[in-house]
């Protein structure tokens, strides 16, 4: 029987990364951006689970759903809060307005 060797993922943000300049250094963003979308994704999951107990508490409370679900409906619609794809939800040093050059 073979050991089971424990898989440590480092899921922090990249410590040399710059948001005033996030074009720096093209490694470090690439990270942080890697690192949004995978904590995004952790939070559309989440959001997934607790949509299928709600979807669970609403089949067997029946016509009590209104009092006995209404914890998990908070829940879900706080977990849904600012998750999906659209601009509004990145960081605003990803989608703010270019700079152009001033012309003399």
């Known amino acids: 029987m073979g050991r089971k060797a424990k898989v440590e993922f480092d899921e922090s943000p ?3 990364f710059d948001p005033s300049d996030p074009y720096k250094d093209p490694v470090a963003f690439f990270e942080m951006r890697e690192h949004l ?3 995004k ?3 559309i999951e ?3 689970i607790l949509r299928e107990k709600l979807k669970w508490c609403y089949r ?3 016509v009590n759903h209104l009092q ?3 914890d998990l409906v908070r829940q879900y619609l706080e977990s849904t809060r600012g ?4 601009k509004d939800s990145r ?5 703010a307005p270019k700079l152009e050059a001033e012309s003399d």
């Open 14 to 16: 990249p410590d040399d």
């Open 37 to 39: 979308v995978r904590e």
């Open 41 to 43: 994704l952790i939070d």
């Open 46 to 48: 989440a959001a997934k």
């Open 60 to 62: 067997i409370e029946g």
């Open 68 to 70: 006995k679900c209404k």
């Open 83 to 86: 998750i999906g794809w659209g």
């Open 91 to 95: 960081p605003p040093i990803f989608h």
